[in-house]
């Protein structure tokens, strides 16, 4: 919702009229939450919002929240006049507005209040960035622990203000170019590079302070110095700062929380390749104890044969293009950051811009052995990374074991016939293998399809995971059905539920511990999942047979929860490395003046057992060390375990 609200005050204030805008109009300039009311700002006033045209405004704020949960109150402010119209209320030119003195709580009646567009952009834009802003006194000195943060790739003067322009709304709107992909273009261009103002940049900060403060649900938990480090910035903003700098700013910043999930997504990666630095090593770098193996891109074999390790690039040894990677990723730990940071470096392009300032499109590779023998090899950087073989896999394998590769957690069209289909073949094999290895997570579609295949008839219901939403305390209220009703999280008091499932989940509250107590009136109320079990549907069967899930450390968010559900359940046995741990419906918002896109989990998840997904990630039954040959693709060590274990040989 968010993104997509900033995405129209970007557009519109482009100049870029969107089919439907005439619906989009406000006869206010701002509107806030405010003890239990929202009050509008007109002609430089605020008033209590009571009525338009007589329509009572509670009357869509009370729908608006039961619709959308979180964020209810930014949605109230997009749509309010667009839910009146389409409601078949003609609303004219102009509309009456009831208010109420915030001085002396009088009733106001304004009539011929104009309803207009400029309105409308001027309330979303209050919402959107006036609002919510932390604004505060700064520290001016940057402590040297956090100096890394501040490194910058571009070191070219900054141009002259007048090059740079003011800001958007300092200008006149029909002075502002029309673009077509208004969130492509660069905000102004000064030697082909995207340049943000201090002011620009400080207000970027601002914003971002404001979502780590009132809606990032593990801020109390990581105890990082978020002051400081968006400080940093805020100090070494000089004359100004390319978008391509303050975006890895941003990710360093961030990487402190050590939180997988908290991070830049987009524009940054646009940037990068605008300016051409998206250039491929044309070999997978891939941790292997304290080495880097360079493997083959078809996925199996060296690159080099006889010389599996990656030693140097360029002359530099490669711990230390590991320490320039792991910058973006500071807090998170071993062996997770080097496995974030070998995936950064295959991007090398940008990392050898970094260093010399240059974009070279050859490089030199030192390779070396188990023996100490190295060579050197000129290497060509390359403009894509191929895809190796990424699909899932459905498959009986020998001496009647069922094998499930699962690739990512995707959407359900995505696998759902050759899912069911599948189900329906293996009913009589004798184990199931579930490998997981390398899935980053997604949606939660895959677990909730093949649980109830594990499900004894007439089992008692069973929570498979919880979870309290951050509430930002200035705005949020306390929906009957909670805040993560849309990931099937409820309440247990919620009125909606069954009186069986409301009774356990009453009981199942009273004795859950989490291990992290949430900080005092920062959460929701704690929220279940108990899986309903589809009935009289004649594909589903019990599966009694043994179930291995294969896993390592790429699994991460949805796939921590899959083998969070499975882990230490009768029947079922992991193997592999630990996973990356964690989970917490991760959302979006986007930075005003620079586009920048970050995202952070919004709500705190846990284990039924009150442990949370977080940082730790689960533990496998049996852990397996993948040997080189296994990390080159030639062998798969972990699987042969797994169906010895099937065949009752290990």
């Keep these: 919702m968010r993104t997509g609200l900033l995405a129209w005050v970007l557009i519109f204030l482009a100049g870029l009229v969107q089919a439907g805008s005439e619906n989009h109009l406000a006869p206010f300039t701002g509107l806030k939450w405010e003890k239990g009311g929202f009050v509008c700002r007109v002609d430089d006033k605020w008033y209590g919002l009571e ?77 959107e960035v006036e609002y919510c802003r932390v604004q505060r006194p700064h520290a001016s000195q940057t402590p040297a622990h956090l100096q890394f943060i501040t490194r910058r790739l571009d070191n070219f003067p900054c141009p002259s203000p007048d090059s740079l322009g003011t800001g958007y709304l300092d200008r006149p709107v029909e002075k502002l170019r029309i673009q077509e992909e208004r969130l492509k273009e660069p905000l102004w261009k000064a030697k082909g590079i995207r340049w943000l103002t201090p002011e620009e940049a400080r207000q970027d900060l601002d914003q971002l302070e404001w979502y780590l403060v009132h809606q990032y649900a593990y801020l109390d938990y990581y105890k990082v110095d978020y002051q400081a480090a968006l400080d940093a910035i805020r100090a070494g ?31 940054l990666s646009n940037e990068i390749s605008d300016r051409g630095l998206r250039m491929f090593t044309p070999f997978a770098m891939i941790p292997c104890q304290d080495k880097v193996l360079a493997r083959a891109m078809s996925g199996k074999g060296y690159y080099v044969p006889d010389y599996p390790y990656l030693v140097a690039v360029n002359g530099k040894k490669i711990p230390e293009w590991i320490a320039l990677a792991e910058e973006l990723d500071m807090g998170e730990g071993m062996p997770f950051r080097r496995r974030r940071a070998l995936a950064l470096l295959e991007k090398l392009s940008v990392w050898l811009y970094l260093v010399s300032g240059e974009n070279p499109r050859e490089i030199v590779c030192e390779f070396g052995n188990e023996a100490g023998k190295t060579v050197k090899q000129k290497v060509e950087l390359v403009e894509y990374w191929p895809d190796e073989d990424l699909s899932e896999k459905f498959e009986i394998l020998q001496e009647d074991v069922a094998y499930l590769k699962v ?244």
């Excluded at 009456?96 to 409308?120: A, C, F, I, Y």
């Excluded at 000089?238 to 990487?255: K, M, N, P, S, Y």
């Design 407 to 650: 690739i990512d957690m995707r959407e359900r069209e995505e696998y759902e016939s050759e899912f069911y289909r599948f189900m329906r073949n293996i009913k009589t094999t004798r184990g199931m293998i579930i490998d997981l290895r390398g899935n980053p997570g997604g949606k939660a579609h895959f677990l909730h399809d093949i649980y109830p295949f594990f499900v004894k008839p007439g089992a008692p219901p069973e929570v498979m995971t919880t979870g309290a939403h951050r509430m930002d305390a200035e705005v949020d209220y306390h929906p009957a059905k909670g805040y993560l009703f849309p990931r099937d999280l409820y309440p247990p008091d919620y009125p909606g539920l069954p009186a069986e499932k409301s009774e356990f989940l009453q009981q199942f509250d009273a004795q859950f511990h989490p291990e992290w107590p949430l900080p005092a009136g920062k959460f929701s109320s704690m929220c279940y999942q108990v899986r309903d079990i589809p009935q009289n549907k004649s594909w589903l069967y019990y599966y009694d047979k043994p179930v291995i899930i294969l896993q390592d450390g790429d699994c991460f968010s949805a796939t921590d929860i899959f083998l969070g559900v499975f882990k230490g359940k009768p029947g079922f046995h992991l193997m592999g490395q630990v996973s990356r741990g964690g989970s917490g419906g991760p959302f979006e918002a986007e930075l005003f003046h620079s586009g920048l896109t970050v995202k952070m989990p919004r709500y705190a998840s846990y284990r039924p057992n009150g442990k949370l997904y977080e940082k730790d990630g689960i533990q496998p039954d049996t852990f397996y060390e993948p040997t080189l040959s296994d990390l080159a693709g030639l062998s798969d060590g972990l699987l042969d375990l797994a169906l010895q274990r099937l065949k009752g040989k290990n």
């Design 51 to 127: 009525s338009i045209n007589d329509l009572p405004v509670s009357d869509y704020y009370l729908r608006i929240q039961n619709e959308c949960g979180r964020n209810w109150y930014l949605e109230f402010a997009r749509n309010l006049i667009p839910e009146i119209i389409e409601e078949g209320f003609v609303l004219g030119k102009s509309v009456t507005l009831g208010l109420k003195s915030l001085e002396t709580g009088e009733d106001v009646r304004m009539e011929g209040v104009p309803l207009n567009h400029q309105n409308w952009m001027k309330a979303v834009y209050f919402s």
């Design 237 to 267: 903003l000089g004359e100004g700062i390319t978008l391509l700098d303050f975006g890895f700013q941003v990710q360093r910043a961030l990487g402190l929380f050590g939180d997988p999930h908290t991070r830049v997504t987009s524009t």
